[in-house]
T-cell receptor, first 108, second 119 residues
Framework: RKEVEQDPGPFNVPEGATVAFNCTYSNSASQSFFWYRQDCRKEPKLLMS???SGNEDGRFTAQLNRASQYISLLIRDSKLSDSATYLC?????????FGAGTRLTVKP | EPEVTQTPSHQVTQMGQEVILRCVPI?????FYWYRQILGQKVEFLVSFYNNEISEKSEIFDDQFSVERPDGSNFTLKIRSTKLEDSAMYFCASSQGLARQTGQGTEAFFGQGTRLTVV
């Protein structure tokens, strides 16, 4: 089983749509969770950390279910600028493991 | 805003040559990482470094690879005898470690990457 698994997509959605990404991880000792965003040929950049109680940042909502070892990211009212690859990242101690990423394209 | 810097941005080398990729992590960070990303593929972990030693490495990080922190600021990845399949984007990252208040790991910040092309 892969350490971090994501639905690769691609997700093609119209502007204004709501889209959800899922991620599962295999190591129950994982301590910290993040969503990163990666634009084409650029470095990954932190989108948001994921906390046990769930957290929201504007149009973005992240959820964590430790029992199911599952993380999600919800994007509401998608914008053209949201088009990117979204990477689920799991940290065990201080070592980070990346999912393969989910490609999102938002169309006019 | 502090940032991770990597040099060079693009390196072309002949197969069999040695390359050194350089990184300057954020100054108060304690954990340093190298990742690689082959074009169109996922970000792959190579190695993590803490307290002047490797803390973990992946199967990719074999004897061909080495890391060094030669002074207080630089963090280098050396690839000996490069192969065609080493062509990729190499990202350096750094993080502070565990957050004191929450005990959660803090996020890592990435450099802009070095595109290595082996010909």
């Amino acid at each position: 089983r892969k350490e971090v698994e994501q639905d690769p997509g691609p997700f093609n959605v119209p502007e204004g749509a709501t889209v959800a990404f899922n991620c599962t991880y295999s190591n129950s000792a994982s301590q910290s969770f993040f969503w990163y965003r990666q634009d084409c040929r650029k470095e990954p950049k932190l989108l948001m950390s994921v906390y046990s109680s769930g957290n929201e940042d504007g149009r973005f909502t992240a959820q964590l279910n430790r029992a199911s070892q599952y993380i999600s990211l919800l994007i509401r009212d998608s914008k053209l600028s949201d088009s990117a690859t979204y990477l689920c990242v799991v940290k065990v101690n201080n070592d980070m493991r990346f999912g393969a990423g989910t490609r999102l394209t938002v169309k006019p | 805003e502090p940032e991770v810097t990597q040099t060079p941005s693009h390196q072309v080398t002949q197969m069999g040559q040695e390359v050194i990729l350089r990184c300057v992590p954020i100054s108060n960070h304690l954990y340093f990482y190298w990742y690689r990303q082959i074009l169109g593929q996922k970000v792959e972990f190579l190695v993590s470094f803490y307290n002047n030693e490797i803390s973990e490495k992946s199967e990719i990080f074999d004897d061909q690879f080495s890391v060094e922190r030669p002074d207080g600021s630089n963090f280098t990845l050396k690839i000996r005898s490069t192969k065609l399949e080493d062509s990729a984007m190499y990202f350096c990252a750094s993080s502070q470690g565990l957050a004191r208040q929450t005990g959660q790991g803090t996020e890592a910040f990435f450099g802009q990457g070095t595109r290595l092309t082996v010909v």
